[in-house]
């Protein structure tokens, strides 16, 4: 059934609301920590009433999860449109650039990295954002594997979720060994060197 204009606009709302809540809380997190961030103040740096945030969230933890499904989002996203011709480790490669420059672009960036690897409830909903970014970066690259291989093989599904889980670990080494090094180190470089340990970049 195709979407109405009236409820794309809501979810493009409701988005709206929720990334701008995200926002807020990511940045008194990184000003004053995860524990000391209650919900009033998020809500009040949001612009809204504590019993709206509560429309939108369960809790303070739900906005970390919010900000990375959203950014698995993007990823698949710039993987769809990666060019048909490249292979699919460099194409799941570059369609991590858009998270990669905002890690090197947002000055919290480092900060709520160390907050999710510090907080046990964060890195637990992170890990689990992460099995959901697997099966939509699969759902992806099963084309692009097909058609690879030349057939149509029943492993190709394997393959598929075999080359994201592989991608998505080399992301998450790359990102703790920048956290772990106060970001001297190019997130970017850091993400090549983990990826080509696996397979080359050609």
């Known amino acids: 059934m195709e979407m109405s204009s009236g409820s ?11 990334d701008a809540a995200a926002d807020a809380a ?17 809500a009040a740096r949001a612009g ?3 019993r709206t945030f509560f429309r939108y969230f369960s809790g303070k933890d ?6 990375f499904a959203a950014i698995g989002e993007d990823v698949v996203t710039a993987l769809s449109r990666r060019p048909p011709q490249e292979g699919p480790w460099m194409a ?18 480092l900060v709520i990295m160390r907050i999710i690897y510090d907080t046990p409830v964060l890195y637990a909903k992170h890990l689990e ?10 759902a992806v690259l099963l084309e692009r ?3 690879g291989s030349g057939s149509m093989t029943e492993w190709g599904q394997l393959e598929a979720e075999a080359l994201a889980g592989a991608a998505i670990s080399c992301l998450e080494a790359a990102r703790s060994a920048w956290a772990s090094g106060a970001g001297t180190a190019s997130p970017g470089n850091l993400l090549d060197v983990a990826m080509a340990a696996v397979s080359p970049l050609d």
């Open 26 to 42: 990511l940045t008194l997190f990184a000003a004053q920590g995860y524990d000391a961030t209650t919900v009033s103040e998020i």
């Open 8 to 18: 794309s606009l809501r979810d493009r709302k409701k988005r709206a609301v929720r």
């Open 48 to 50: 809204m009433s504590p």
């Open 92 to 109: 799941v490669r570059r369609a991590f650039d858009p998270l990669i420059e905002q890690l090197e672009r947002d000055e919290r960036g």
């Open 129 to 138: 954002k992460q099995t959901r970014w697997r099966l939509g970066i699969a």
């Open 62 to 67: 739900e906005l970390i999860t919010h900000t």
């Open 145 to 147: 594997v097909r058609s």
